[in-house]
Structures are given as C-alpha cells and as structure tokens.
C-alpha cells in the first residue's frame, strides 16, 4: 500500500511527499528531549540524512568540535496505516545498523518504529495512542529489540516505561555487519488480535489483544492509524539503561550512519473474519499417520498463519507469506520411506508473486525434505494438488511447513496435505 526505495541522488534529502524531516531537541509544546533523553539535536542537513546514490537512505549522527551532537529523524506524511477489517497489516524495512561495536558505539540508538495518528499535533497522549518499535538498538550490541508501548505510564498493560518487548540476536550475521529485514505485523484476523515481530522471517516476539485488555488495545487500535519514523538518537533512557551510566562517552565514535534500503508497509486478507480459536480440527494427541491426509489447521504450533473457511469443507490455513510456518508433531513415517507429498493449495496472488511450500523436520529452519513451488491458482479458494518430491525419511518426526518468497506478499492457502509411498 505504500513504500519508499531511496532510490534519489546522491545527497539529497527524502521525498518531501513521503517523508517529514523533525528538526530541534522536541516537537512544538512536545516534552523536552524528544521524551526519551535524548542528547542530540535533529537536522535537515545532508550531513545527517541524504540518499547515497546507491538505493540506500543514510541518517548519521556527528559529533562536531564542541561536543555536540546532530542527527536526524524522519517520519512519514501518512498516517494512516492499520489492517483492513479482518486483515494484516505487515510493515517492513530493509535495514544496517549503524557498523559500530563496544565502546565506540557507547550511546547509539538507531531505530524504526510507528506512532498513533493522533499523536501528531497533541504529543502529551503517549503511551495510550500506541507504539510499535520494529526495530530498536542500543550501544552498538547484536541485538534488535521489538517494543509495544501502550496504555498509561507508569505501568499499566505495557510495563511503561519499559513497554513489552523481547529482542534475539541477528540471523547469520551480526546486526551491525549486515542489512537485515525488519518486520512487524498487526494481525485483525485472528481473535485475539495479535502483534507480531520479526528479523529476516523470524518471529521473536508476540503480544496479544487478551494482553493489553480493554480500554488500552482500542485506544491503540480505534484510531485513524499509525505514522512510521526512522531516526539514530544519541544517549537517553534506554542506551543510558543497558550502559549502567550516561551515554555517549569520551570514547563514543562519531559519523557512523544507520544504512536504509527500503520501508514498504503491506495489507492482506479484509473481507472475511479468519480465526485461530480454535481450529475445526485440533491436534491429535498421539501420533499422526505421514500417509493419511493431515489437515492443515491441525498444526500444534504456527507463525504468521491464520485459519479460515474453506470452500471445500472446514477450514484452511492462510495468509502465508516468506518466513511464515506450521508444526505438526509426531509425525510417523514408519519403516519404508515415502516418494513424495501432495499439498491441497489455492493463491489469489498478484501477478509476479510466487513462492515455494516447503517440507522440513524438527525445525523451521531444519532439512528441507521437499518442496515445490506455487503462483496463483485463479483464486484463494481455487484448489489444486501439487505433488513434491521429499528425501528419504523414516520414524517418528516434527515435520513443518515453511513458505518461502522472494517478496513479502501472501502467496499461498493450504487446505490439507499427506505424503505418499
């Protein structure tokens, strides 16, 4: 529905029709220091925020001869961005961390994140309105941290000021070495809605509509929506906190940019209600048969995947996109090895949207023994069987589905699912 590649010329500013740059130490009548204690002074010089000419958006903080420090932040036009009624909303961003570790990096604080819409032009109505953090980080630590913030400060649903977040280290490389993709999405189609966070397809952290209870999740959620804001902060709270002591320091390097490929913001689903709670077809409780028809909403255990009704009969399981994943336990192959699989699917994806259903055993992440892939069928609830070859297996074991996509729409539903020998 809306994104930004930074595709501009080398050293100009972002597109004035996207993007709002925040200049000074607060907004107008907001609290000092940006509310969070801050140190530095935001620009709209090029100095601090430019394109590179290369596809990238760079925002660099820079200490100057006196001890001062200048960055910038940046923050969307719209503010509208929410799931349709009974949909995702997905919202991304393609991102390297500021390449600074130990005790150069003391202070930083580069982050991606969301606000309510009405906070823009009131500034005194946080946490209630909501906050999404997509990505924070701090001090230069492998690390990204998921936040919401949410309800009253102090405490309240959120634990404010600290809000409810989780963090993990980077996939394969270090977040600072490397561009990672981070993802967080708003889920209207399961109940209780969820919110959900992500680093390169991994979920790491889950916060649910039952968890913020009422009146906090409508005061987050009833709104017009939420604006996005890409900055690189210096001291404050958080930096200040995991220090044990105020940040930057002596030894802080200055210059060292946070690196920006793309931020796209996604809907699916609307129109239909999906739920999760619970399933027509529960888990079995003691093992399942590899070479019967295992119904996909049977799954013990998912990551981004929500259930419907399907036009055949029960439900299916949808709204799966690259890095989403479903575990069924116990899965028995016995002694003779299978030669395929067959997966009952359907996609209603846009043209130039495919992706590929893959097999894997004991983790979403483990061997794939089989895959093929899918494009659209002529509809979501347009079912084909499409068989795939799998590895020799045999015994008892995890098997997931995993999806994979080198673009981050849904692409595929899937009804149920067997192997065969």
Not at 29 to 58: C, F, K, M
Not at 235 to 249: E, I, K, Q, R, S
Not at 272 to 279: H, L, Q, S
Not at 281 to 307: C, H, K, L, M, W
């Amino acid at each position: 529905m809306w994104s930004d590649d930074f595709t501009g010329a080398a050293n100009t500013l972002p597109s004035s029709a996207n993007w709002i740059i925040d200049t000074g130490t607060s907004y107008p009548g907001g609290p000092a220091n940006w509310g969070t204690g801050e140190i530095q002074t935001y620009t709209n010089s090029t100095s601090n925020v430019r394109h590179d000419g290369a596809g990238n958006l760079v925002i660099t903080p820079i200490r100057n001869s006196s001890g001062a420090w200048t960055s910038s932040r940046i923050e969307t036009v719209r503010t509208n961005f929410k799931p349709p009624t009974g949909g995702v909303l997905r919202i991304e961003g393609r991102i390297q961390m500021p390449n600074v570790t130990g005790a150069a990096a003391s202070g930083y604080w580069p982050a991606f994140w969301a606000l309510g819409a009405p906070y823009r032009g009131n500034y005194q109505n946080w946490p209630s309105i909501g906050e999404f953090d997509i990505m924070e980080n701090v001090n230069g630590i492998n690390s990204v941290w998921g936040v919401l913030h949410c309800g009253v400060n102090p405490g309240g649903p959120c634990n404010e000021t600290n809000g409810l977040g989780a963090s993990r280290a980077c996939p394969s490389s270090t977040c600072q070495s490397a561009f990672h993709t981070y993802r967080f999405e708003w889920d209207a189609g399961v109940s209780p809605q969820q919110l959900r966070w992500y680093v390169d397809g991994q979920q790491y952290h889950t916060v649910t509509q039952s968890q913020v209870g009422e009146p906090h999740w409508a005061n987050m959620t009833s709104h017009a929506g939420y604006f996005l804001l890409l900055n690189v902060a210096m001291g404050g709270a958080f930096p200040n906190g995991v220090a044990g002591g105020t940040t930057p320091t002596a030894s802080t390097t200055s210059g060292v940019p946070m690196l920006v490929d793309y931020v796209a913001v996604y809907q699916s689903g609307g129109g239909t209600t999906p739920t999760t709670a619970p399933p027509t077809t529960a888990p079995p409780t003691g093992t399942r048969d590899a070479y019967a028809t295992i119904e996909a909403e049977s799954f013990n255990a998912q990551s981004g995947v929500g259930t419907e009704a399907c036009s055949e009969g029960g439900q299916n399981i949808g709204w799966l996109a690259n890095g989403d994943w479903v575990r069924y336990d116990n899965v028995n192959f016995g002694s003779s090895t299978p030669i395929d699989f067959v997966a009952r699917v359907a996609s209603g994806a846009a043209s130039g949207v495919s992706g590929l259903i893959q097999v894997r055993l004991d983790s979403p992440t483990g061997t794939v023994l089989g895959s093929f892939a899918l494009a659209n069928t002529g509809g979501w609830q347009t079912w084909q069987s499409i068989p795939g070859n799998v590895s020799a297996v045999t015994g008892t074991r995890t098997v997931y589905l995993t999806f994979a996509s080198g673009q981050p729409a849904d692409f595929v539903n899937v009804n149920w699912f067997r192997f065969r020998h």
